[in-house]
């Protein structure tokens, strides 16, 4: 019943940046949270932030003042600004939206942070 695409991820630098995008769509009539996970190969699901619909916002330790999480409600949308990106956050990078008590998830996005 609800659709989620993220975009934005791709290669950066060092101390780069870039920004992930999230749009939800289908059948959302209610609250709801969004939020990033990530991935990389052989890893658990590590989550990353969250935003709830009131835009309360939560973080991992690892990307406190550097990432940046976002939404627009009425557009069903939510945005990772990922600052000071380092080699240790490249991964895949998955939206997830909770609604009615169900998660939904992205495809992912591949971020590789490398010189």
């Known amino acids: 019943q609800v659709q989620v695409v993220e975009s934005g991820g791709g290669l950066a630098q060092p101390g780069g940046s870039l920004r992930l995008s999230c749009v939800a769509s289908?059948?959302?009539?209610?609250?709801?949270?969004m939020g990033w996970f990530r991935q990389a190969p052989g890893n658990q699901r590590e989550f990353v932030a969250r935003?709830?619909?009131?835009?309360?916002?939560n973080y991992t330790d690892s990307v406190k003042g550097r990432f940046t999480i976002s939404r627009d409600n009425a557009k069903n949308t939510a945005w990772l600004q990922m600052n000071s990106l380092k080699p240790e956050d490249t991964a895949v990078y998955l939206c997830?939206?909770?609604?009615?008590?169900?998660?939904?998830w992205g495809q992912g996005t591949q971020v590789i942070v490398s010189s």
């Open positions: 997830n939206v909770y609604v009615i008590t169900r998660n939904y």
């Open positions: 289908g059948r959302i009539f209610s609250m709801y949270v």
């Open positions: 935003i709830s619909s009131d835009g309360s916002t």
